[in-house]
């Protein structure tokens, strides 16, 4: 049987905001892995702060609501803390799924934003146009 490890941590907090708290901790630890790319919370928070202000400085609002459309990735993770610090609410879209089906979800859920890798850029196609897009 396992010894369940339990942590203190605040449940009035957002998960960016407990992201953060570690940051503070050990800036130089490792946050993530992947392929062989490495980013400690330190590199990973800066790069997602600097596309939070960008976001921000393109109008996005508590609650407001900004797809994302990317493979997994560091850029994925980046984009979802990003959507995040700046107050939104992201609309997760996999780049597997059919360009009509991403379509639709895009157009039901109003957003003028759209995070997008060249994977998500391709999956939506004609849906992006009229939409301000930024790789993450």
Do not use: W
């Amino acid at each position: 049987m396992h010894d369940l490890v339990t942590s203190e941590y605040s449940v009035h907090l957002c998960i960016h905001q407990l992201f953060e708290e570690q940051v503070a901790r050990s800036p130089e630890a490792t946050a993530l892995i992947f392929e062989g790319e490495v980013l400690s919370y330190g590199e990973l928070n800066a790069r997602a702060n600097r596309l939070a202000h960008r976001l921000i400085a393109l109008g996005v609002r508590p609650d407001q609501r900004v797809a994302i459309c990317v493979e997994r990735s560091p850029a994925m993770v980046i984009g979802l803390m990003a959507i995040l610090k700046a107050g939104g609410a992201y609309v997760p879209l996999d780049p597997e799924y059919s360009g009509e089906r991403l379509a639709f979800i895009l157009g039901d859920t109003t957003q003028a934003l759209v995070l997008a890798d060249a994977a998500g850029r391709h999956a939506l196609g004609d849906a992006l146009q009229a939409r301000t897009v930024l790789d993450p």
